[in-house]
């Protein structure tokens, strides 16, 4: 049997009906995915009661010139450890470059730089990821669980949240209106 195609790199969206309410509607940007396993860190849901500056004061970090935005839940795994998902003009000794469309983070060193003003142009801050154990994502994959496709950075970066999921859809050429939670059988 081939092994399956890779999916680093890529966007995975929840497809309606998918079964488990921590992904209705997610967007995965996927940043590992091999024979192991896959790991990947959403960008549509905001972390409630907290932002950038707070999560940087209890990281004893000057929030210096960093803007105070929202932080993103990405993902039910380790809610309480860190990712940067950035722009590939920042690099840190432990920075993931991820099919050369962006880079994650998880050292204070991206934090830091952003709030000194000389980090990433583009970024987004996550805690949690979502993870998958050898094969689950595959499975998922082929029961219809999620649509992979192609990471555009305007899609990560330049999209609010909560409208990403659509905006993903009508980028791969669906109207999210016209899908069903549910199928059927001829």
């Keep these: 049997m081939d092994a399956p195609a890779s999916l680093r790199g890529q966007l995975l969206l929840a497809m309606p009906g998918i079964g488990d309410p ?5 967007v995965i940007a996927m940043c590992a995915h091999d024979e192991n396993g896959a790991l990947g860190v959403g960008v549509d849901r905001v972390m409630p009661g907290i932002t950038l500056h707070g999560l940087l004061e209890q990281l004893d970090v000057d929030p210096g010139i960093a803007p105070d935005c929202d932080i993103l839940l990405g993902g039910p795994v380790e ?3 860190g990712f940067v998902l950035h722009s590939t003009d920042w690099l840190g000794e432990d920075s993931l470059l991820v099919e050369d469309r962006w880079c994650l983070t998880s050292t204070l060193d991206v934090l830091r730089a952003i709030a000194e003003g000389k980090g990433p142009a583009r970024w987004l801050v996550a805690l949690g990821y979502a993870g998958w154990g050898e ?3 595959d499975g998922e994959m082929r029961r219809h669980g999620w649509l992979a496709t192609r990471a555009e950075d305007g899609l990560i970066f330049d999209h609010r949240p909560p409208r990403r999921w659509e ?8 109207d999210p209106r016209l899908l069903a939670a549910t199928s059927g059988q001829a």
């Design 22 to 26: 921590r992904f209705e509607k997610a």
């Design 135 to 137: 094969g689950q994502l």
């Design 167 to 174: 905006a993903a859809m009508r980028s791969a050429g669906i």
């Design 79 to 81: 809610q309480r450890r």
